[in-house]
């Protein structure tokens, strides 16, 4: 267990997996606070929008109709950061060997993904059963994109999921090395649009975060002999102090190493690599895990809990000793620190030398563990 005396005094703690360090400053929770105060989130959504770019039958902002979808629809993101043509950049043409000018062309494809038909159905809102779709989704398009070189590719071949069911989602136009499934919720997070939905970017580039871990991961497997988010699930689960919720496949804990207050990882049990890698009863248990954990945030604070949610799994193109060495987990980065309206802010120390963090990841574990139960808006609906 952590020593007692951690919840008093300033400590530095380091993340195995990313390659880093945070500062934890339990004291600082105390000061007085007179800076910016978010508006809480509001929760009187319709159910549809007709102004919505993202509802049933609307229209996009570039024209497009949006079919009158019963479950998740998928498109490309009309507002792409990286798309599948664009001219040629051919760097060797650049006079400069200094090395301190590097550039690279990065071509890819972006997807929206609408979670359901609703307007105010977050992932909090949602029911396991009505989240696996969702998961699904991300599992046909992983498997849409997968290199046939992947050994992960048995293992997709093998799936029996429902498939998309859109005839206008086909395979990409060249082989992508990297696949990035997110959600920004809110807009303190910079959410452009609150109908809920999810993004899904690939590019021929392998991203910062998802290299340091692999690196990391493949080096752990290297000098230990064993799989790094294995064994720390089961360190995690002995000590029980920063586990949030577990079910039989997954276990969601506030890392030892957390740097945002109530950072959530949902790391699977066993070792999977990828979306591929579960069955049906896994893909539920995922669903479950990511319900509790949406709705004890909703619960915190009494609003509609703003974060930033990642997959990070193996590559879609990668050598077999790369990709056997990574281990499915999703972050949760959400930047609500004493209430619905005050945030806390990477700025100043934490953007200049290392990470910083006020409450310990053992207290904000306590607090979501208590945030469990219904929903508190469901209580707040006529009738109840």
């Known amino acids: ?5 951690l919840n008093e005094i300033s400590h530095r703690r380091t993340n195995p997996l990313g390659g880093s360090h945070v500062l934890v400053s339990p004291h600082r929770n105390q000061r007085p606070w007179q800076g910016m105060q978010e508006e809480p989130s509001k929760t009187d959504l319709p ?14 902002a570039q024209g497009q109709l949006n079919p009158k979808f019963e479950r998740t629809f998928v498109f490309v993101n009309d507002y792409s950061a990286v798309k599948e043509d664009q001219p040629e950049y051919h760097p060797e043409e650049v006079e400069d060997d200094s090395g301190l000018f590097h ?17 105010n159905l977050t992932l909090a809102d949602m029911s396991p059963a009505q989240i696996v779709p969702i998961i699904e989704t991300w599992t046909n398009i992983y498997k849409l994109h997968l290199s046939p070189e992947s ?64 690196q990391n991961l493949q080096k752990y497997r290297q000098e230990k002999g064993t799989h790094m988010l294995v064994e720390y699930a089961v360190k995690e689960i002995e000590k029980q102090e920063r586990v949030v919720f577990e079910n039989r496949s997954f276990v969601a804990v506030v890392p ?24 049906g009863t896994e893909r539920e248990e995922l669903a479950e895990a990511m319900a509790e954990i949406t709705r004890r945030y909703d619960n915190l604070f009494e609003t509609q809990f703003p974060y930033s949610m990642g997959l990070h799994q193996a590559p879609l193109e990668g050598p077999e000793e790369e990709i056997e060495c990574c281990h ?40 979501l563990r ?7 808006r469901k209580k707040l609906e006529p009738g109840n």
Not at 1 to 5: A, G, K, L, Q
Not at 47 to 60: M, V
Not at 103 to 119: D, L, N, Q, R, W
Not at 185 to 197: A, E, V
């Open 151 to 214: 050994p992960l590719t048995e293992a997709a071949n093998a799936l029996t999921i429902p498939g998309l069911g859109q005839d206008d989602i086909t395979k990409p136009k060249a082989q992508y090395r990297y696949m990035q499934i997110f959600e920004n919720k809110g807009t303190t997070m910079g959410c452009s649009n609150p109908h809920p939905h999810g993004q899904i970017w690939t590019t021929t580039s392998l991203p910062e975060e998802p290299a340091t871990e692999m």
């Open 1 to 5: 267990m952590s020593e007692p005396i």
């Open 256 to 279: 030892f190493w957390a740097v945002w207050p109530f950072e959530i990882m949902i790391v699977s049990k066993e070792h999977k690599r990828a979306l591929v890698d579960f069955d």
């Open 103 to 119: 550039v690279e062309a990065v071509t890819g494809k972006c997807y929206v993904i609408c979670f359901a038909p609703s307007h």
């Open 370 to 376: 208590q945030c469990g139960g219904e929903l508190y």
């Open 328 to 367: 499915f987990h999703i972050h949760f980065y959400p930047p609500l620190l004493r209430s619905a309206s005050v945030r806390k802010f990477q700025v100043g120390y934490e953007m200049l030398a290392e990470s910083q963090r006020d409450i310990t990841p053992e207290q904000a574990a306590e607090r």
């Open 47 to 60: 159910e549809y929008d007709p102004s919505c770019y993202l509802c049933p039958g609307n229209k996009r």
